[in-house]
DNA sequence: TTAAACTTTCAATAATTACTGAAAGTTTAA
DNA sequence: TTAAACTTTCAGTAATTATTGAAAGTTTAA
């Protein structure tokens, strides 16, 4: 497998995976693109190499941007603008995690917490909806607070714990 | 909030986490529907309570029995068949946790393996495409093991990994 | 066997989501 | 200022994905 193979199968295979999470395929090429490129990349670059309107790139550069993964970078005497990827991984899994968890599983776990609070009325279908939904609300809380302490790199955090485990 | 509003609540939060996170609204919200009921439903009632055709709540229900979260039941002395899903918060998370793993991840990982073992020629930009596909394989690679074991409640390791970790 | 009761399949269609491209908007050098 | 160089927006269109419903398939009781 020679650089462009290598380089066109990361790209597709980035794109996939991004379509299986929800993740629009243009999105994630583009990130894949700029994760693997030595040196920030302007529209032009992006639009050429992926084969994307105008529109397009600058919609989903947009999106990168509020996941904080992708950054505008300015050139000194030039008037076009170029793009970069957060280059740690660890910082790209922290900011992932962060946003998925703010947008998608805070406001869950809210709703599971409201529904698994109702009031039982005797019936057996209203214990089965508040025991099913407070386990899950449960599940919930504690994979996203562990996520997020983890990637978080909080290590007296995980220390503390994992000795409370042994003990 | 009573149960009925309840009920509706947390199977349409459900459909819309499935969206986000790539899974059909209809699977989603069967699963939601069946991990309130007391009973195992039929097709019938399931068509009825969503609002679905026939055909849809046919093959959702083959998709989640294919991902081992629902299962086929059938009563005695009746011709219909019956579906309830797994109840239990754990099995469902381990469940879901290896059939992403199986399909979804441990193919990526495949490749990002294969990329980030291109040979070098000396250039920046396969530098850069091995090392960040490396780094990304190996992020990868340790959540995928870790997350497998977490999930499939594998305590002597874990705890054998926090020793580590604290000494 | 057969026919009623039920499930699955799949071609057609609907709904959703993504993408384009050109017009409008913005920035900056002169 | 203004006009060139660039980016963003968004209405229209394309592509993808989900859903329907009826025909085909299966199972079982008599």
Redesign the pocket.
């Known amino acids: 497998m020679n650089y462009t193979e290598a380089k066109d199968k990361f790209i597709s295979t980035w794109g996939a995976l991004g ?1 299986l999470w ?6 994630a090429q583009i990130h894949a693109l700029l994760w693997i490129s030595p040196q920030p990349l ?3 670059d992006i639009m050429e190499e992926l ?12 999106q990168l941007m509020d996941w904080g993964i992708v950054f ?1 970078e ?1 050139k000194p ?6 793009f970069a990827s957060e280059k740690d991984v660890q910082e790209l899994a922290r900011q992932v995690a962060k946003e998925r968890s703010r947008r998608e599983i805070k406001p869950v776990i809210k709703v599971l917490r409201e529904v698994s609070r109702i009031k039982g009325d005797g019936t057996k279908k209203t214990e089965e909806l508040i025991k099913q939904t407070k386990a899950l609300y449960e599940l919930a809380d504690n994979a996203d607070t562990m996520m997020n302490k983890i990637v978080n790199q909080e290590s007296k955090w995980l220390t503390k714990t994992l000795m409370k485990l042994i003990k």
Request: without cysteine.
């Open positions: 379509t929800g993740i629009n395929k243009a999105m302007s529209m032009e084969h994307i309107s105008r529109g397009n790139t600058s919609m989903n550069l947009r505008k300015s005497g030039e008037r076009k603008e170029y």
